[in-house]
């Protein structure tokens, strides 16, 4: 029987012998990995990385025919090429629009069948049309005019998709109007290609669920290794970024949900403070913690989708507190001395837990030293330690009333999450067919927000995270704190639900609502691991900065093989 677990003042037993699995799966499932090693008993690598239940080609070899050998012409090009070929008359959108939606079918659909994409825009070509018509008549909008992306299906639409969330309570639902942030990359003329699958409600169902599975989407796979997990809940977004289907994508996160897929698919992630980016329109889970960001292949990608999507929201709460001086162009950071002088801690008790990412991530440090930077050791873990227990019970209370929010006054088939529950029961043969909704259940019988139970947790969670980060922040004089995001991806297990390798250093910054930057930190046995950079609010510049100086140090991004397994 394995030895209990420590995690912020939590004794978690075996399985078995829990008093409150609820809590357990709770806390296994939200990224909550800031553990103390010293009391953390971890799972050991051989047993993280065995080979997954079905026999393997052997190493290297593409389980698709010759055909999806053959290399992609668009096949890692960037947002600033693509314009440049634009510019120069190779490619119109509308043709750039028509390659990756046969990459899309031929990968993601017929061929490796990722099923990252949930619904396919009908009108992108059209809109494609349009934008090569603007171009034509001397009018170009940006850096992303006529560039094609994918946005998460719980972000509205106003078109003829539907928004989901990726559950079949919501099927047929299409939004009235786009959220503020698909309204400004329309506006800034980018051509939405469709919408991604997602781990359903955005992970927040239940304790046992699979990432990247949904009752509308099923389950999406990762690129590196097909039977390998995704991570979620944007693991659309994540996917389809990775695999070339799309130039960049829109993910939304809670805690974890940009970070991790990000890390697991060997792309950029960006979650901006809660704040920066309008969250109307959004189906939501926590108005305290719930963002959107771009997920994109490099860092200077992150910046351009950035700039587009910043704005002041009204109708948004959090909005109203950000700085005057925020950013107008954010790739003015990006310099590849940007680590010259910088102080950057790094979470110590993450040095030692997998060998094989203590070696990508030693490597990493030593990287960011010859760039200039000095390298401080600090115990990240142990001030954040009691900020997140309660954030279970905060995000109840907020994902009750926030959905009910939505689901008020829209033509959706549930006006409530109390309908969500009883059409899940109703249809649990198509919606649960492998896990429950206990979290749905114990959400509804949470009370409302202006009960003192869950203010206290509120400030508990938010002012905790946030004075614990601030703090090491200037006691040690740093521009940001890292360690690696995730471990490497394990095998998907629908009946099982998620087995988490570790880490989670993206959980502070969730709670607190600061930012956090994910780039790619190298390979453990052809698996993707990230390094995630995190820093005090608004500070998505300095951020970036640093993330771009190391990943052009490092240039750790490679394209994924489709490799059935690793072994």
């Excluded at 003329?189 to 239940?206: D, Q």
């Excluded at 680590?339 to 950057?344: E, V, Y």
């Amino acid at each position: 029987m394995p030895c209990p677990l420590v995690f912020q003042g939590i004794r978690i037993i075996v399985r078995d012998h829990l008093q409150n699995v609820e809590l357990k799966h709770w806390i296994l499932k939200r990224r909550h990995f800031i553990k103390n090693s010293a009391l953390v008993t971890w799972v050991l690598p051989s047993i993280l990385l065995k080979g997954c239940a079905n026999p393997s080609p052997p190493a290297g070899s593409s389980p698709q025919s010759g055909e999806e050998e053959r290399v992609f012409e668009l096949n890692e090009v960037s947002i600033e090429q693509l314009q440049q070929k634009m510019e120069r008359g190779e490619y119109t959108s509308r043709r750039l629009a028509e390659l990756y939606l046969e990459r899309i079918r031929e990968v993601d659909r017929q061929g490796v069948k990722l099923n990252s994409i949930i619904e396919l825009n009908p009108d992108a070509l059209a809109i494609a049309e349009q934008s090569d018509q603007e171009r034509k008549d001397g009018k170009v909008r940006g850096p992303l005019h006529g560039i094609p992306f994918v946005v998460k299906d719980n972000i509205d639409t106003g078109d003829r998709m539907m928004t989901t969330a990726g559950s079949l309570a919501l099927s047929g639902h299409r939004a009235a109007e786009d959220a503020p942030i698909v309204r400004q990359l329309r506006e800034a003329g980018a051509v939405l290609l469709g919408k991604t699958n997602l781990s359903e409600w955005a992970n927040f169902r239940s304790g046992r669920s699979s990432s990247g599975w949904s009752s509308r989407g099923g389950q999406t796979k990762n690129p590196y290794s097909v039977e390998r997990n995704p991570c979620g809940s944007s693991s659309g977004s994540g996917v389809a970024v990775a695999a070339n289907l799309c130039s960049f994508s829109i993910g939304t996160e809670t805690n974890g949900s940009i970070s991790c897929p990000a890390s697991i698919n060997g792309i950029v992630g960006v979650k901006p403070t809660v704040g920066l980016v309008s969250r109307t329109g959004i189906i939501p889970i926590s108005i305290s913690q719930d963002t959107a960001g771009p997920m994109t292949r490099t860092v200077r990608e992150a910046a351009l989708v950035l700039n587009a999507i910043t704005a002041v929201d009204e109708k948004d709460p959090a909005s109203q507190e950000r700085p005057r001086n925020t950013p107008a162009d954010y790739t003015l950071f990006l310099k590849t001395d940007a680590l010259n002088g910088k102080r950057i801690g790094v979470e110590k008790s993450f040095l030692k837990v997998h060998e094989k990412v203590d070696e990508i991530l030693q490597r990493a440090l030593e990287q960011m030293r010859s760039a200039g930077a000095t390298i401080v050791e600090v115990d990240f873990v142990s001030e954040l330690k009691g900020s997140g227990d309660n954030e279970y019970k905060l995000l109840q209370y907020e994902f009750k009333d926030g959905l009910n929010r939505y689901l008020q006054g829209i033509n959706a088939p549930v006006e409530s999450l109390k309908d969500v529950i009883a059409f899940n029961i109703e249809h649990a043969d198509s919606v649960m067919p492998w896990f429950r909704q206990e979290i749905l259940e114990a959400s509804e019988e949470r009370g409302s927000l202006e009960d003192e139970d869950y203010k206290t947790a509120l400030n508990s969670v938010r002012n905790g995270s946030r004075q614990a980060i601030d703090k090491i922040l200037k006691a040690h004089d740093l521009s940001a704190i890292c360690g690696p995001a995730t471990g490497p991806a394990w095998c998907t297990d629908l009946v099982n639900g998620d087995s988490f390798s570790g880490y989670g250093m993206g959980s502070g910054a969730a709670m607190a609502g600061y930012p956090s930057v994910t780039v790619p930190l190298g390979f453990v046995h052809s698996l993707p691991v990230g390094l995630l950079f995190t820093g005090p609010a608004y500070g998505e510049g300095d951020l970036l900065a640093i993330a771009y100086a190391y990943e052009q140090a490092s240039l750790n991004r490679k394209a994924p093989s489709f490799l059935k397994n690793i072994l």
